[in-house]
């Protein structure tokens, strides 16, 4: 815990910390002409977002510019967002033929909202389509299923996932699955299961994206050696920050880049900040006071408790409770990532409506300043596309390419 300081002794202490350099590049919100014009004219692409719990109420409108969370049409155009990935996620607890059920009844939700917004929304599954999308002018929707629970152990239903437009899995969420380890769960199966190597190479086959966010360090060992295409890790920082074991070693970056893949960079302060992490371990019960608060005003309601989680965990961060994170936390990751695996392995994946967003990153508008804060810390407009989305669809175009290779062999 600590209190609140006035922000010239914060930047000092971030000084300390990250380098002033970083810091001073930073610090002002004003985004320079040159950054803008870069920005609007780069592909942004962010590979997770949990606005899909939102959809399924069946009165949220994604085209209506909203007061609360971060995602809709309005504030993905005023904050130049080109490419979203919707995570299709129910809790690792929910198995069977009901956790199958629930994911196709949220891929169903996500391209009902592209569906009643043919002029702002286009469904993607390849790179190519992206790039059309961009050029008219549309958003691109992808989705992403975030846990391999949702398959129920049965190819087929990956398979049908794929074929609805799903085109990365994670392989597991916060708990174990039947056949792979989570990072927060106690380790079963030592990584992953001889069925669970079946499953990452029929995602090959089929050019579904390996998504290793999540997973523990052995199944990111076990998938990086089966995959034949590169693999993501669709929202996770740095671990050498902030040291959680969500977020990767500088050595599974430099390994996931070795292997052609990328990291994107997750917005939630407690996969950012150490001080975040700390404070939060230190006083556990902060996060059970904001757990049974959330489960009174929403119950079951997932798009409601991810909101509620975001809005509590802030009014602990005012009372001065838990620290403050600001979004030049972000810039900080990614820097780090950047020196460690290259600028050709690092991109965005927020997290937004599904976690706590820092201070000045509240929502889909605020984009623009990554790339600002890119440029100032001497990055060339080059790295800051690749940053941007370059690197996210060079990915998907190289798991397209391994796809259609695999698919000409004939099956073992
Ligand atoms: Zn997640």
Redesign the pocket.
Request: some cysteine; charged content about 25%.
């Given at each position: 815990m600590r209190i609140e300081m006035p922000r010239s002794l914060l930047t000092t202490a971030l000084c300390v910390s990250a380098g002033c350099l970083l810091a001073a590049a930073v610090k002002s919100d004003a985004i320079s002409a040159r950054a803008k014009k870069l920005h609007f004219s780069s592909i942004v692409v962010d590979t997770?977002d949990d606005t899909t719990q939102r959809f399924l109420d069946g009165k949220f409108d994604i085209g209506g510019r909203h007061s609360d969370g971060s995602i809709d049409v309005p504030r993905m155009r005023e904050g130049g967002l080109d490419a979203i990935f919707f995570s299709i996620w129910i809790p690792s607890k929910i198995t069977g033929q009901e956790a199958v059920n629930r994911a196709l009844t949220q891929i169903d939700a996500v391209r009902e909202q592209v569906r009643t917004h043919p002029k702002d929304l286009a469904l993607c599954t390849t790179a190519a389509e992206v790039g059309t999308a961009y050029k008219q002018g549309k958003i691109a929707a992808l989705m992403g299923v975030?846990g391999g629970h949702m398959i129920n152990s049965d190819l087929d239903v990956l398979r049908k996932f794929a074929s609805l437009g799903v085109r990365y899995m994670?392989l597991t969420?916060s708990g174990n699955d039947e056949w792979a380890d989570s990072s927060t769960g106690k380790p079963t199966h030592n990584g992953l299961t001889d069925f669970g190597k079946d499953v990452i190479r029929e995602m090959n086959r089929l050019g579904v994206i390996v998504d290793i966010?999540?997973v523990s360090d052995k199944t990111f060992y076990d998938a990086l050696e089966i995959s034949k295409a590169p693999m993501i890790a669709s929202?996770s920082s740095c671990r050498a920050i902030c040291d959680v074991p969500r977020n990767m070693t500088d050595q599974m970056m430099k390994d996931l880049a070795a292997n052609g893949g990328v990291v994107q960079i997750n917005y939630h302060v407690g996969f950012l900040s150490q001080e975040f992490r700390n404070a939060e371990k230190a006083n556990p019960e902060i996060n059970k006071a904001i757990a049974e608060e959330v489960q009174r005003r929403c119950g079951d309601n997932e798009a409601c408790q991810l909101l509620e989680g975001d809005r509590l965990t802030r009014e602990y961060v005012e009372q001065g409770k838990l620290p403050r994170v600001g979004w030049t936390k972000i810039i900080e990751h990614i820097d780090h990532a950047v020196k460690v695996s290259g600028v050709d392995h690092v991109g965005l994946g927020s997290?937004f409506d599904?976690a706590n967003m820092p201070y000045g990153m509240e929502d889909a508008t605020k984009l623009p300043k990554i790339s600002d804060a890119l440029l100032k810390s001497g990055y060339s407009e080059g790295d800051v596309k690749k940053i941007l989305g370059e690197n996210t669809l060079r990915v998907m175009a190289e798991v397209e390419r391994v796809s259609r290779e695999l698919s000409r062999q004939p099956q073992k």
């Amino acid at each position: 815990m600590r209190i609140e300081m006035p922000r010239s002794l914060l930047t000092t202490a971030l000084c300390v910390s990250a380098g002033c350099l970083l810091a001073a590049a930073v610090k002002s919100d004003a985004i320079s002409a040159r950054a803008k014009k870069l920005h609007f004219s780069s592909i942004v692409v962010d590979t997770h977002d949990d606005t899909t719990q939102r959809f399924l109420d069946g009165k949220f409108d994604i085209g209506g510019r909203h007061s609360d969370g971060s995602i809709d049409v309005p504030r993905m155009r005023e904050g130049g967002l080109d490419a979203i990935f919707f995570s299709i996620w129910i809790p690792s607890k929910i198995t069977g033929q009901e956790a199958v059920n629930r994911a196709l009844t949220q891929i169903d939700a996500v391209r009902e909202q592209v569906r009643t917004h043919p002029k702002d929304l286009a469904l993607c599954t390849t790179a190519a389509e992206v790039g059309t999308a961009y050029k008219q002018g549309k958003i691109a929707a992808l989705m992403g299923v975030e846990g391999g629970h949702m398959i129920n152990s049965d190819l087929d239903v990956l398979r049908k996932f794929a074929s609805l437009g799903v085109r990365y899995m994670t392989l597991t969420h916060s708990g174990n699955d039947e056949w792979a380890d989570s990072s927060t769960g106690k380790p079963t199966h030592n990584g992953l299961t001889d069925f669970g190597k079946d499953v990452i190479r029929e995602m090959n086959r089929l050019g579904v994206i390996v998504d290793i966010s999540h997973v523990s360090d052995k199944t990111f060992y076990d998938a990086l050696e089966i995959s034949k295409a590169p693999m993501i890790a669709s929202h996770s920082s740095c671990r050498a920050i902030c040291d959680v074991p969500r977020n990767m070693t500088d050595q599974m970056m430099k390994d996931l880049a070795a292997n052609g893949g990328v990291v994107q960079i997750n917005y939630h302060v407690g996969f950012l900040s150490q001080e975040f992490r700390n404070a939060e371990k230190a006083n556990p019960e902060i996060n059970k006071a904001i757990a049974e608060e959330v489960q009174r005003r929403c119950g079951d309601n997932e798009a409601c408790q991810l909101l509620e989680g975001d809005r509590l965990t802030r009014e602990y961060v005012e009372q001065g409770k838990l620290p403050r994170v600001g979004w030049t936390k972000i810039i900080e990751h990614i820097d780090h990532a950047v020196k460690v695996s290259g600028v050709d392995h690092v991109g965005l994946g927020s997290d937004f409506d599904g976690a706590n967003m820092p201070y000045g990153m509240e929502d889909a508008t605020k984009l623009p300043k990554i790339s600002d804060a890119l440029l100032k810390s001497g990055y060339s407009e080059g790295d800051v596309k690749k940053i941007l989305g370059e690197n996210t669809l060079r990915v998907m175009a190289e798991v397209e390419r391994v796809s259609r290779e695999l698919s000409r062999q004939p099956q073992k």
